[in-house]
């Protein structure tokens, strides 16, 4: 099956600095990627839809200055969280799909920020 | 926008009895897909319903879709220690987008 991967599985880092998150469809190429987030006991919250060589589409609510996504090839999307904050603790997932309705999720990265 | 409602929120069973967790859309939902995430895991895609009233199996698990397309639920027998985790529908709109409900997270107690 699909495999999506995602580094790091965690972070710590301190207030005001800014992290990097990488998610990789390994053996499809993926049109569309997108980005979740989810607090403890709570469900997934859809933060943006990236497709290759555009910009990412963000949902309401969503800082896209804050939360910048990149999506440089057919395999790779990144999601930066700059000028991280204590609030900004999370489970970020990231999923991928080859054109059709099927998302595949990534295992997910643990943000603390401190 | 469109909300998928899902409940119940928790369920704690006894191992080997059955469980039943329901989605509900005040809009026609366009496909559902059932996710299971365990525990510090990711959700893991379980199967996708299309079609108005249907219904597929996998194993233990049924997974239903209501006649009028704004329901679905997924119904686990004789539960397992194995099956341990918290469940997602989610709607799959036009835009590919996947609007997931709360989750129902399920508790066996061997």
């Known amino acids: 099956g699909a495999v999506v991967s995602q580094h790091p599985s965690r972070v710590i880092c301190k207030s005001g600095t800014s992290v990097k998150i990488e998610c990789r469809s390994l053996?499809?190429?993926?049109?569309?990627m997108f980005w979740y987030r989810q607090f403890p006991k709570q469900s997934l919250m859809l933060m943006a839809t990236?497709?290759?060589?555009?910009?990412?589409?963000?949902e309401q609510g969503v800082e896209k200055d804050k939360f910048l996504i990149n999506h440089a090839s057919l395999t790779l999307s990144t999601l930066t969280v700059t000028s991280a904050h204590p609030e900004d603790s999370s489970f970020y997932i990231c999923?991928?799909?080859?054109?059709?309705?099927?998302?595949?999720f990534g295992p997910g990265t643990r943000l603390t920020v401190l | 926008g469109q909300q998928v409602m899902q409940i119940p929120q928790y369920q704690h069973v006894q191992e080997g009895e059955d469980f039943t967790t329901y989605c509900n859309s005040s809009t026609t939902l366009s496909n559902i897909q059932w996710y299971k995430q365990r525990p510090g895991g990711h959700p893991v895609f379980l199967i996708q319903?299309?079609?108005?009233?249907e219904v597929k199996k996998q194993k233990r698990l049924t997974f239903q879709f209501g006649e009028a397309k704004k329901n679905s639920s997924l119904h686990i027998t004789a539960t397992q220690t194995t099956d341990v985790g918290t469940y997602f529908c989610?709607?799959?709109?036009?835009?590919?987008?996947?609007?997931f409900g709360q989750g129902t997270t399920l508790q066996v107690k061997p």
């Open positions: 999923s991928a799909n080859e054109g059709t309705d099927t998302q595949y």
């Open positions: 990236s497709n290759e060589g555009s910009k990412a589409t963000y």
């Open positions: 989610a709607d799959t709109s036009n835009t590919g987008k996947l609007i």
């Open positions: 319903l299309v079609k108005s009233g």
């Open positions: 053996d499809f190429q993926a049109t569309t």
